[in-house]
């Protein structure tokens, strides 16, 4: 079965950065399209961030591009979210998942507060 376990969430000041990582097991990681997504607090799941299966194609919500950056070690089977420059709005539970995937880990809670 899919398994995929997020990390490197918390609580940071505007301005700050942190950088998630996700660790998945249960399915062929290197040829599978792989993205970030998050649930703001009462708000349903949005797509973040989204990487081609070799890593050189990647996409961004716009309310993200420019701030954060996606990639992947497919030696390690692991996604990474480099965030920058948060803001309040990017408060939210990160999950990671392959794209069409319907198996969801727990996902991390990144909170952007002064």
């Known amino acids: 079965q899919e398994q995929f376990v997020e990390s490197g969430g918390g609580l940071v000041q505007p301005g700050g950065s942190l950088r998630l990582s996700c660790a998945t097991s249960?399915?062929?990681?290197?040829?599978?399209?792989m993205g970030w997504y998050r649930r703001p607090p009462g708000k349903e799941r949005e797509g973040v961030a989204f990487?081609?299966?070799?890593?050189?194609?990647?996409t961004y919500a716009d309310a993200v591009k420019g701030r954060f950056t996606i990639s992947r070690d497919n030696a390690k089977k692991t996604l990474y979210l480099q965030m920058n420059n948060l803001k309040s709005e990017d408060t939210a539970v990160y999950f990671c998942?392959?794209?069409?995937?319907?198996?969801w880990g727990q996902g991390t809670q990144v909170t952007v507060s002064s």
């Open positions: 998942n392959r794209v069409g995937g319907t198996y």
């Open positions: 249960g399915f062929v990681f290197s040829a599978n399209n």
């Open positions: 990487i081609s299966s070799g890593g050189g194609t990647t």
